[in-house]
């Protein structure tokens, strides 16, 4: 296995739990960590029904065996996926904004983790952030959209 590392958003996420990874995002073997905020918004989208979003919509629409198995995919977390602390982060967080960066909460929060981790950042295509984007570029922090 690579010592390489990589933070994904909440659907790179729900793919890897659903043994749907794209073989793109890790094909050295490196590390999956994803952040407090997007493991948040997976589960918030797939566990309540009022919640409506790509993830809700989506696990409507199949059978109700498959959408148990998403949600107890999302809701065990296993060991191979690693999360990131606000612990280790609120501080890099705050580093980002005193050097200029504005994001919003989630994204500031993506940031800091592949800096602080010195792990490559990687969203889905289907939730494309641009101002997320530009403030990796512009850090020289590694970004990659994935189909």
Known sequence: MSDKRYVVDDHLLLRILLDDEPQALRPDGGRVFTTGLWY????????????????????GRVDTLVAAAAIEAVTRLPDSIDLVSLRQLAWP????????????????????????????????????????????RTRATTVRLLP
């Open 40 to 59: 948040h918004r997976l589960c918030r989208s797939i566990g309540d029904r009022s919640v409506v979003g790509v993830f809700s919509r989506a696990l």
């Open 93 to 136: 967080m705050a580093r980002l904004v005193d050097d200029g960066v504005r994001l919003n909460l989630m994204s500031l929060e993506a940031l800091a983790a592949a800096e602080h981790l010195q792990a490559e950042l990687c969203l889905a295509a289907a939730d494309e952030n641009p101002p997320l984007l530009a403030a990796a």
